[in-house]
């Protein structure tokens, strides 16, 4: 594997990873509004 894929890889993985925590952070918000 070369430095400019694992480069890229990385971007995607904390890309992806930042993703999914906008995904998790929305989804409890709206819970907490919600409950409220």
Do not use: A, H, P, Q
């Not at 890889?9 to 907490?32: M, P």
């Amino acid at each position: 594997m070369t430095n400019k894929t694992k480069k890229i890889i990385k971007i995607f993985y904390k890309n992806y990873r930042c993703v999914v925590c906008i995904f998790i952070d929305f989804y409890y918000f709206g819970f907490v509004e919600s409950e409220l």
